[in-house]
Protein backbone atom coordinates (compact mmCIF):
# COMPACT_ATOMS: atom_id res chain seq x y z
CA UNK A 1 0.00 0.00 0.00
CA UNK A 2 1.45 3.45 -1.04
CA UNK A 3 1.91 5.96 1.30
CA UNK A 4 3.17 9.87 0.64
CA UNK A 5 4.63 11.53 2.86
CA UNK A 6 6.31 15.02 3.25
CA UNK A 7 9.64 14.88 5.51
CA UNK A 8 10.87 18.34 6.53
CA UNK A 9 14.19 18.06 8.07
CA UNK A 10 15.10 21.10 10.47
CA UNK A 11 19.25 21.56 10.06
CA UNK A 12 19.69 24.50 12.57
CA UNK A 13 23.87 23.93 13.68
CA UNK A 14 27.02 21.19 13.46
CA UNK A 15 29.52 22.07 16.21
CA UNK A 16 33.50 20.75 16.52
CA UNK A 17 33.54 19.37 12.79
CA UNK A 18 36.85 18.16 11.52
CA UNK A 19 39.03 20.79 10.22
CA UNK A 20 39.61 19.94 6.55
CA UNK A 21 41.54 23.16 5.23
CA UNK A 22 44.94 24.15 5.79
CA UNK A 23 43.64 27.30 7.73
CA UNK A 24 42.75 24.97 10.31
CA UNK A 25 38.99 25.47 9.12
CA UNK A 26 36.12 24.25 6.78
CA UNK A 27 33.74 25.80 4.75
CA UNK A 28 31.27 23.35 5.93
CA UNK A 29 27.60 22.24 4.02
CA UNK A 30 25.25 19.27 4.94
CA UNK A 31 23.71 16.90 2.50
CA UNK A 32 20.37 14.72 3.51
CA UNK A 33 19.38 11.58 1.89
CA UNK A 34 16.12 10.28 2.51
CA UNK A 35 14.82 7.20 0.59
CA UNK A 36 15.32 8.42 -3.61
CA UNK A 37 15.80 12.11 -2.44
CA UNK A 38 18.72 14.68 -1.28
CA UNK A 39 19.18 17.83 -0.77
CA UNK A 40 22.13 20.26 0.30
CA UNK A 41 22.17 22.94 2.75
CA UNK A 42 24.06 26.38 2.13
CA UNK A 43 27.85 26.34 2.75
CA UNK A 44 29.27 28.34 5.75
CA UNK A 45 32.60 29.78 4.54
CA UNK A 46 35.47 29.11 7.61
CA UNK A 47 34.12 27.71 10.66
CA UNK A 48 33.55 24.99 12.67
CA UNK A 49 30.52 25.19 14.02
CA UNK A 50 28.18 26.08 10.94
CA UNK A 51 24.47 27.35 12.53
CA UNK A 52 22.82 26.45 8.80
CA UNK A 53 19.29 27.52 10.70
CA UNK A 54 17.53 25.87 7.18
CA UNK A 55 14.58 23.75 6.72
CA UNK A 56 15.03 21.57 4.05
CA UNK A 57 11.60 20.32 2.57
CA UNK A 58 11.02 17.24 0.83
CA UNK A 59 8.00 17.08 -0.86
CA UNK A 60 6.05 13.93 -2.49
CA UNK A 61 8.00 11.08 -0.60
CA UNK A 62 6.43 7.78 -1.53
CA UNK A 63 6.39 4.84 0.71
CA UNK A 64 5.18 1.19 0.32
CA UNK A 65 3.99 -0.45 3.61
CA UNK A 66 1.13 -0.50 6.18
CA UNK A 67 0.51 2.74 8.06
CA UNK A 68 1.06 1.94 11.18
CA UNK A 69 4.82 0.26 10.02
CA UNK A 70 5.44 3.80 8.70
CA UNK A 71 4.54 5.30 12.15
CA UNK A 72 6.60 2.73 14.37
CA UNK A 73 9.44 2.07 12.28
CA UNK A 74 10.30 4.71 9.34
CA UNK A 75 13.16 4.77 7.31
CA UNK A 76 16.43 5.74 7.88
CA UNK A 77 17.79 9.31 7.09
CA UNK A 78 21.40 9.74 6.33
CA UNK A 79 23.17 13.32 6.61
CA UNK A 80 26.51 14.10 5.08
CA UNK A 81 29.06 16.51 6.46
CA UNK A 82 31.21 18.12 3.64
CA UNK A 83 33.82 20.85 2.94
CA UNK A 84 33.55 22.44 -0.15
CA UNK A 85 36.30 23.58 -2.02
CA UNK A 86 36.77 26.58 -4.69
CA UNK A 87 38.55 23.97 -6.73
CA UNK A 88 37.25 19.95 -7.27
CA UNK A 89 34.72 18.03 -5.78
CA UNK A 90 33.75 18.32 -1.68
CA UNK A 91 35.78 16.77 1.04
CA UNK A 92 34.01 14.22 3.04
CA UNK A 93 34.05 15.28 6.55
CA UNK A 94 31.92 12.71 8.16
CA UNK A 95 28.03 11.28 8.56
CA UNK A 96 25.68 10.68 10.98
CA UNK A 97 21.94 8.63 10.89
CA UNK A 98 18.64 10.04 12.16
CA UNK A 99 15.26 8.44 12.14
CA UNK A 100 11.95 10.99 11.87
CA UNK A 101 9.38 11.63 14.10
CA UNK A 102 5.88 10.48 12.03
CA UNK A 103 2.63 12.12 11.73
CA UNK A 104 -0.41 10.37 10.23
CA UNK A 105 -3.00 12.28 8.36
CA UNK A 106 -5.41 11.46 11.44
CA UNK A 107 -3.23 12.33 14.02
CA UNK A 108 -3.12 15.94 15.72
CA UNK A 109 -0.09 18.10 15.24
CA UNK A 110 -0.05 18.95 19.09
CA UNK A 111 2.61 18.15 22.05
CA UNK A 112 3.81 16.05 23.41
CA UNK A 113 5.15 14.88 20.07
CA UNK A 114 4.88 17.72 17.86
CA UNK A 115 6.30 20.14 17.37
CA UNK A 116 9.92 18.03 17.41
CA UNK A 117 12.82 19.49 19.24
CA UNK A 118 16.10 19.61 18.03
CA UNK A 119 18.42 17.06 19.28
CA UNK A 120 22.72 16.02 18.90
CA UNK A 121 23.47 13.26 16.50
CA UNK A 122 27.21 11.81 16.67
CA UNK A 123 28.82 12.45 13.83
CA UNK A 124 31.27 9.52 12.32
CA UNK A 125 34.70 9.99 10.21
CA UNK A 126 34.89 6.23 10.22
CA UNK A 127 35.43 4.96 13.36
CA UNK A 128 35.95 8.16 14.59
CA UNK A 129 33.83 10.52 16.26
CA UNK A 130 33.93 14.09 14.40
CA UNK A 131 31.59 16.43 15.70
CA UNK A 132 27.76 16.54 16.46
CA UNK A 133 24.86 17.82 14.29
CA UNK A 134 21.71 19.88 16.32
CA UNK A 135 18.50 19.26 14.18
CA UNK A 136 15.43 17.58 13.69
CA UNK A 137 13.01 15.44 11.11
CA UNK A 138 9.44 15.19 11.32
CA UNK A 139 7.67 13.09 8.32
CA UNK A 140 4.06 14.13 7.60
CA UNK A 141 1.51 11.97 6.15
CA UNK A 142 -0.41 13.70 2.95
CA UNK A 143 -4.19 12.87 3.37
CA UNK A 144 -6.72 13.22 1.18
CA UNK A 145 -6.98 16.54 1.90
CA UNK A 146 -3.66 16.79 0.09
CA UNK A 147 -0.60 19.26 1.22
CA UNK A 148 -3.14 22.00 2.27
CA UNK A 149 -4.23 19.94 5.48
CA UNK A 150 -0.62 19.81 6.17
CA UNK A 151 0.50 21.59 9.88
CA UNK A 152 1.85 25.25 8.44
CA UNK A 153 5.40 26.16 8.39
CA UNK A 154 5.43 28.96 11.23
CA UNK A 155 8.72 31.00 11.19
CA UNK A 156 10.12 34.00 10.55
CA UNK A 157 10.85 35.14 7.23
CA UNK A 158 14.40 35.85 5.92
CA UNK A 159 14.86 37.78 2.45
CA UNK A 160 18.25 38.29 2.83
CA UNK A 161 18.86 34.55 2.57
CA UNK A 162 16.49 34.37 -0.61
CA UNK A 163 14.22 31.50 -0.97
CA UNK A 164 15.91 29.35 1.71
CA UNK A 165 13.60 28.64 4.67
CA UNK A 166 15.24 28.55 8.46
CA UNK A 167 14.23 26.10 10.97
CA UNK A 168 10.57 27.25 11.87
CA UNK A 169 9.59 28.79 15.37
CA UNK A 170 8.41 26.50 18.55
CA UNK A 171 11.90 24.32 16.81
CA UNK A 172 14.34 26.88 16.76
CA UNK A 173 15.64 27.84 20.01
CA UNK A 174 14.64 30.75 21.29
CA UNK A 175 17.64 33.22 20.90
CA UNK A 176 19.74 36.12 23.22
CA UNK A 177 21.90 39.39 22.85
CA UNK A 178 25.56 37.57 23.48
CA UNK A 179 28.98 39.72 23.41
CA UNK A 180 32.12 37.72 23.99
CA UNK A 181 35.32 39.69 24.96
CA UNK A 182 39.00 38.32 24.73
CA UNK A 183 42.03 39.46 26.11
CA UNK A 184 45.58 38.44 24.94
CA UNK A 185 48.03 38.93 27.78
CA UNK A 186 51.47 36.94 25.93
CA UNK A 187 50.88 37.54 22.57
CA UNK A 188 53.90 35.22 20.89
CA UNK A 189 52.28 34.98 17.65
CA UNK A 190 51.50 38.08 14.79
CA UNK A 191 47.77 36.88 14.40
CA UNK A 192 45.30 35.45 16.47
CA UNK A 193 41.87 34.76 14.82
CA UNK A 194 38.99 33.47 17.40
CA UNK A 195 35.83 31.82 15.08
CA UNK A 196 32.62 31.93 17.27
CA UNK A 197 29.24 30.87 15.88
CA UNK A 198 29.20 32.27 12.42
CA UNK A 199 31.40 35.10 13.07
CA UNK A 200 35.39 35.18 13.23
CA UNK A 201 37.23 38.43 14.47
CA UNK A 202 41.12 38.12 13.67
CA UNK A 203 43.22 40.95 14.92
CA UNK A 204 47.55 41.26 14.17
CA UNK A 205 50.44 43.08 16.31
CA UNK A 206 52.80 44.40 14.68
CA UNK A 207 54.59 45.40 17.22
CA UNK A 208 58.48 43.61 17.80
CA UNK A 209 57.59 42.41 20.88
CA UNK A 210 54.28 41.13 21.11
CA UNK A 211 54.39 39.21 24.04
CA UNK A 212 54.52 43.32 25.71
CA UNK A 213 51.16 44.05 23.66
CA UNK A 214 47.81 43.37 25.85
CA UNK A 215 45.09 42.33 22.84
CA UNK A 216 41.37 42.93 23.42
CA UNK A 217 38.74 42.28 20.69
CA UNK A 218 35.12 41.48 20.79
CA UNK A 219 32.80 39.91 19.19
CA UNK A 220 28.42 39.82 19.22
CA UNK A 221 25.91 37.77 18.20
CA UNK A 222 22.70 36.45 19.02
CA UNK A 223 23.06 32.69 20.95
CA UNK A 224 20.35 30.34 22.16
CA UNK A 225 19.40 30.77 25.58
CA UNK A 226 19.93 27.24 26.38
CA UNK A 227 23.81 27.10 27.11
CA UNK A 228 23.87 23.13 25.99
CA UNK A 229 23.32 24.82 22.65
CA UNK A 230 26.31 27.55 22.30
CA UNK A 231 28.85 27.02 20.10
CA UNK A 232 32.39 26.36 21.08
CA UNK A 233 34.84 28.98 20.96
CA UNK A 234 37.76 27.98 18.67
CA UNK A 235 41.44 29.88 18.76
CA UNK A 236 43.61 29.87 15.88
CA UNK A 237 47.11 31.30 16.16
CA UNK A 238 48.55 31.97 12.77
CA UNK A 239 52.41 32.96 11.83
CA UNK A 240 51.80 36.38 8.90
CA UNK A 241 54.64 35.39 6.07
CA UNK A 242 55.66 37.32 3.38
CA UNK A 243 53.52 38.04 0.69
CA UNK A 244 50.54 37.78 2.58
CA UNK A 245 50.70 33.99 3.03
CA UNK A 246 49.39 32.84 6.46
CA UNK A 247 50.68 29.32 8.09
CA UNK A 248 48.61 27.74 11.17
CA UNK A 249 50.90 27.43 14.29
CA UNK A 250 47.91 25.87 16.23
CA UNK A 251 44.19 25.69 17.46
CA UNK A 252 41.93 25.14 20.98
CA UNK A 253 38.29 24.61 21.07
CA UNK A 254 36.81 26.08 24.51
CA UNK A 255 34.08 23.70 24.34
CA UNK A 256 31.87 25.51 27.24
CA UNK A 257 31.85 29.56 27.67
CA UNK A 258 29.56 28.50 30.81
CA UNK A 259 32.10 29.19 33.09
CA UNK A 260 32.68 32.31 31.15
CA UNK A 261 29.13 33.73 31.15
CA UNK A 262 28.34 37.28 33.29
CA UNK A 263 25.21 37.95 33.78
CA UNK A 264 24.18 41.80 34.94
CA UNK A 265 22.60 41.37 38.35
CA UNK A 266 18.17 42.15 38.56
CA UNK A 267 17.94 46.02 39.12
CA UNK A 268 14.33 44.69 40.42
CA UNK A 269 15.72 42.18 43.02
CA UNK A 270 18.29 44.49 44.26
CA UNK A 271 15.29 47.18 44.70
CA UNK A 272 13.71 44.30 46.63
CA UNK A 273 16.36 43.10 48.98
CA UNK A 274 17.26 46.53 49.80
CA UNK A 275 13.61 47.93 50.95
CA UNK A 276 12.78 45.07 51.68
Known amino acids: ?8 AH ?41 WDQLLVFDNVELYGEAHEMRDDPPIIVIEIYDQDTVGKADFMGRTFAKPVVKMSDEHYCPPRFPPQLEYYQIYRGNSTAGDLLAAFELLQIGPGGKSDLPPIDGPTDMDRGPILPVPLGIRPVLSKYRVEVIALEQQILML ?11 ASHSPHPALDNQHTFASQ ?37 KFIYRPPDKKAQHWNMTG
Open 1 to 8: EKQVFQLR
Open 11 to 51: MYQARSLFAADSSGLSDPFARVFFISQSQCTEVLNETLCPT
Open 193 to 203: SIVWGRRACPW
Open 222 to 258: DLPENELLHPPLNIRVVDCRAFGRYTLVGSHAVSSLR
